[in-house]
């Protein structure tokens, strides 16, 4: 029996020429050579004489029988990446069946670094088979193939190299040039595909070698099974678990005839003689066990050349078997057969390998003029399990549970087709929730076409339930968000998945479904398919009312953002069709757009329409603020005056409000936000107040006066919160004597409030010509504690050198604190230390280092130690 080249059961491609080498007896222990190797005369084959050194490979033929040197032959060619390799050569003569003889000459790569023409090669080999002519047929000598083995190219997963397989049989050996696939395995075990052999007849390559690539010890150690005849056919399976995933070789390359359950097709190996050694795998699913196989070797209809195996492997990663057919089944015409396993085996491979052959005499002696074309045949595999004769609503029922049986229920009908899915989606409210999430794997094995009804209904049905577990009207929150939806999250995952495809479903549900449903359906389609929402939301809108309708234009904005919608969005903003739609949905279109509505097309006159629209109700006039602000600052000069307008004249306080919020971000308003800080009514005032700290803080430049005209409300308005927002805006503004004094003067107020942000504001202008002041207010053990801290955090910001003890005694307080006072003093008169730094401060802060610290206080003096010096040190 002939030895397998191979010696590993899974190495990569790159790797496997490494356990495909000639026998040990030709190639174990041969060293570089200098010396020539001289093949000797074979019966019609000339002598052949081959030197290998670093100046490159010499072959000469001799036809005569006499001694026979490489001096005056012929000069190989090689790649000019091979030549420096060529040190370290070796070449092994090998003996072919029949006497003939050739040279493999082998330069390893292994330990050089790849050359920059072939950046795989780094432990690879360059090979060259050469051989002497035959005789009468001239004297050059001929190189039969030449290149690199074990040299992987292409992506992860498949990946191939070349290989060249020394096969020992009775007398002499085999060789065979061919490649190693990582995506062609027999599970896992290497397999060389598309193989030439060696003719020692022609002396050429003949394309379509069969290999038997299963080693040979474990091809011994496998166990022995023999296929039981079955008279009658077996019923057809349900579901078909073996799915072909590749061949070595097939007729036609309709190797997935193999396990398609049509007893008319088949698989015919697609090599010349009794295909030994070639083979289909299968996937599985390693949670279902396989109790045993259904063979129909002769397809209904037969097959040119058909012939039966007499012996084939049935492989799975870790396990192999030998079956044996006690009969030529392709004389048998209804004959199939059954072949029982000794133990259940789950496994995610499984491969069948043929071996021996019913065939007609010379089938296997390739070449050979009364060698019948012989295609040995499987008309059908089929793995039994312990769910034979179970129907599809038989194994959506075993879901329930999510047990070992339910997952090999699952396994099944997640290979199952359609009628598989439908199943699982008809039973599906009948099972439990561990039967339920199986099933949803089941489900998503179909097109997106059957998925998104289902999907899309679960989305409706599990936001519903999602809502009614929420607190009701009138009762507390919970103290905990509820664990997301299993199967709300599914739903969620697979709409996103398919897209587009899912926009008409989902717009459907927004059109018609509850208000919780709407809401769901609403926010996955503006991200699957924004373009398509736009208008499903906009039809949504129209009768929509309270929180449903913030959260459809909440999604309707969501849509607008994107890129995708943007041809929607400039349509719907024409008038013609704008006005087609009720004014609600026409704000609404506009707000959702948000900053994006000044760079619409048309968005400027869409609101203009609003606008200018008589009469002009309060709420039309207070949604339209938003819109006019993003108008305004992209320079639309009608918008501006409208929110103008409307800050200084509107009737409505709440519009006047509304305008001062959304005018922070348009300079051209900064004059009007001043005045509207004098509006009669105490909001207006307040969010214009707002705005303008906001503005000042943002960089943007305030008119001249603002600083005196804030000042003027920090000191007589008569709200506590108007007093000290204007005492914020100060803060934020550019310092300014006239700011200063106010904030100095807004020291005294009673509003410990207004004091703070006072001390903030003077602390930001490092106000150090009003030291005293501040420096009254950190020492006043009688004031607000928060004052006293700001103020110590101020009085850093200033760089006061003189207050460094005092700091040092309110942080060292804190380690033993009396009270809630004394830790905040202590960490505001750290960070004070930590901003002024002085240079003594380690030894000043060293007591807080201690392991007797509370935890908090050691890492605020850490922080305080490792800060930047924010003062020049005197």
């Known amino acids: 029996m002939s030895r397998s080249p191979f010696r590993s059961r899974r190495p990569r491609v790159g790797a496997a020429v490494g356990v495909i080498a000639a026998s040990s007896t030709l190639l174990g222990n041969a060293a570089a050579q200098v010396a020539p190797v001289v093949l000797p005369h074979a019966a019609g084959q000339q002598a052949l004489a081959v030197r290998v050194d670093p100046g490159g ?72 088979l050469v051989a002497a002519p035959l005789a009468g047929k001239g004297t050059e000598p001929i190189v039969l193939w030449s290149g690199w083995t074990g ?27 061919g490649q190693l696939r990582e995506d062609v395995t027999i599970c896992g075990r290497p397999a060389l595909v598309g193989a030439s052999e060696v003719d020692p007849r022609t002396m050429t390559l003949l394309k379509g070698a069969s290999f038997q690539n299963l080693p040979a010890e474990e091809r011994r150690a496998a166990g022995k099974l023999v296929a039981e005849r079955r008279e009658a056919d077996a019923a057809a399976p349900a579901f078909r678990l073996l799915r072909p995933t590749a061949a070595s070789s097939a007729v036609g390359k309709r190797f997935a005839e193999i396990a398609d359950g049509d007893p008319k097709t088949a698989w015919s190996e697609g090599k010349a003689g009794a295909g030994r050694g070639e083979f289909v795998s299968f996937s599985s699913a390693d949670e279902v066990g396989i109790t045993g196989l259904g063979l129909r070797i002769k397809p209904q209809d037969g097959v040119d050349g058909g012939a039966a195996p007499r012996t084939l492997f049935v492989a799975t990663p870790d396990r192999l078997f030998q079956v044996s057919l006690p009969e030529d089944a392709w004389l048998k015409e209804p004959a199939g057969y059954e072949v029982k396993l000794p133990e259940e085996i789950r496994a995610s491979c499984l491969a069948v390998v043929l071996d021996e052959a019913y065939a007609p005499r010379g089938a296997g002696d390739r070449g050979a003029p ?40 699952a396994a099944l009908l997640a290979r199952s087709g359609p009628e598989a899915v439908d199943a699982a989606i008809a039973g599906y409210d009948k099972l439990d929730a561990a039967g339920k999430q199986l099933a949803r794997g089941v489900i998503d094995t179909a097109p997106c076409a ?69 809401v769901a359906a609403a926010r996955e389609l503006a991200l699957v398919a924004p373009a398509e929402a736009i208008p499903a939301l906009l039809d949504a809108l129209a009768g929509a009312r309270g929180a449903t309708r913030r959260d459809l ?82 320079g639309e000069a009608p918008a501006e005056a409208y929110l103008r307008a409307s800050l200084r004249k509107d009737a409505d306080p709440h519009v006047r ?13 900064a004059q009007d936000l001043l005045a509207a800080a004098s509006d009669a009514d105490v909001r207006v005032r307040e969010a214009a107040i707002v705005a303008l700290s906001r503005a000042a803080s943002a960089g943007a430049k305030l008119p001249a006066g603002a600083a005196e005209a804030l000042a003027a409300r920090l000191a007589s308005d008569p709200w506590t919160f108007i007093r000290g927002g204007a005492a914020l805006a100060i803060g934020a503004m550019p310092a300014t004597p006239a700011g200063d004094r106010a904030l100095v003067g807004a020291l005294a107020d009673p509003s410990p409030e207004v004091r703070r942000h006072a001390l903030d504001g003077l602390g930001a202008h490092r106000a150090t010509a009003h030291i005293e002041a501040v420096r009254d207010r950190a020492e006043d053990k009688e004031e607000d504690v928060e004052v006293r801290a700001r103020a110590i955090l101020a009085l850093g910001a200033m760089c006061d050198a003189s207050s460094v003890d005092l700091w040092t005694r309110l942080a060292l307080r804190a380690k033993a604190p009396i009270g809630e006072r004394d830790q905040r003093l202590g960490s505001a008169a750290l960070a004070a230390l930590g901003a002024v730094h002085p240079a003594d401060l380690p030894a000043r802060l060293k007591p807080l280092l201690d392991k007797d610290t509370p935890h908090g206080l050691r890492e605020t003096a850490r922080a305080a130690l490792a800060a930047a010096p924010q003062c020049r040190r005197r």
């Open 553 to 634: 234009r909440a999604a309707l904005a969501l849509a607008a953002r994107s890129e995708r919608a943007a041809p929607v969005v400039e349509e719907e903003v024409q008038l013609d069709r704008l006005r087609a739609r009720p004014e609600g949905a026409q704000l609404d279109l506009l707000r959702a757009l948000g900053p994006a509505l000044g760079r619409v097309k048309g968005g400027g006159a869409a609101f203009q329409a609003l606008a200018s629209a008589a009469p002009a109700p309060f709420e039309r006039r207070y949604l339209l603020q938003a819109p006019a602000a993003a108008l305004a600052r992209a």
């Open 450 to 518: 059957v998925q998104i009804p289902f999907f899309t209904a679960r989305l409706a049905s599990g936001a519903a339930a999602a809502r009614s577990t929420s607190a009701a009207p009138g009762r507390a929150p919970r103290a905990a968000a509820p664990e997301p939806d299993p199967e709300l999250h599914h739903a969620r995952d697979r709409i996103r998945r398919c897209g587009r495809a899912a926009a008409p479903a989902l717009a459907e549900i927004v059109k018609g479904g509850a208000a919780t449903a709407k």
């Open 370 to 409: 009364s060698a019948p074309e012989v295609r040995v045949t499987i008309a059908e595999i089929t793995a039994r399990t312990a769910f034979d004769g179970q129907g599809s609503g038989a194994l959506v029922g075993a879901l329930a549970g999510g047990g070992e049986r339910s997952k090999a229920a």
């Open 657 to 669: 409000l509304r305008a001062a919020e959304v005018a922070a971000e348009v300079p051209a308003l």
């Open 57 to 128: 490979i010499t072959a000469r033929a001799c036809p005569t029988k006499v001694t026979c040197a490489p001096d005056g032959g012929k000069v190989l060619a090689v790649p000019p990446e091979v030549a420096p390799l060529l040190g370290g050569a070796r070449v092994v003569p090998i003996a072919l069946a029949d006497g003939k003889h050739l040279a493999k000459i082998e330069a390893p790569a292994a330990g050089k670094p790849a050359p920059a023409s072939a950046p795989g090669a780094a432990g690879g080999s360059w090979a060259m």
């Open 151 to 177: 040299v992987a190219t292409g992506e992860h997963g498949e990946g191939r190299s070349d290989a060249v397989v020394v096969e020992p049989l009775g007398s002499g050996s085999r060789v065979l040039v």
